[in-house]
């Protein structure tokens, strides 16, 4: 192995760089927020996760999770203070909303969704969707 021979196995690189899983950052940093004792500043969100990520990695994933409504921000001097709108299930369901949104038949992927559901799950979807359908209209007129 010419890498082991140049002073290094690829292994101790790779385990310092190790690539996150999709959506890992995002729960991190969700859960920095939801920690904070109120509005907070990237600087404050690197601070807390601890895992020598650049101001600008913190920045973009906070601009994503702000385009995708899981976080608001109001300005506060030449930078953002950032909110939690969502948590990890509200993330989750938001990428959840995105993918089918993206697709032209709803009905037939709500569908797919619906038959590939476990008992359980099947049954826990049912019971919310009856907890939905008994709370009274929201202002749009459909139950929130």
Known sequence: MAQERAGGSG???????????????ESLVLAALRQAPGPVNAGWVRERLGEGLAYTTVVTILTRLHAKG???????????????VADEAGLAALRMRKVLD?????EAVLARFVTGL????ERLLRDLLRQ???EPPGPGGEAD
């Open 102 to 106: 993206a697709e032209a038949d709803r």
């Open 11 to 25: 292994r101790e690189a790779s385990a310092q760089t190790r690539r996150r899983g999709q959506g890992e950052l």
């Open 118 to 121: 476990g008992p359980g799950d």
């Open 132 to 134: 939905a359908s008994d």
């Open 70 to 84: 899981a976080v608001e921000r109001e300005r506060a001097g030449r930078s953002f203070a950032w909110t939690p």
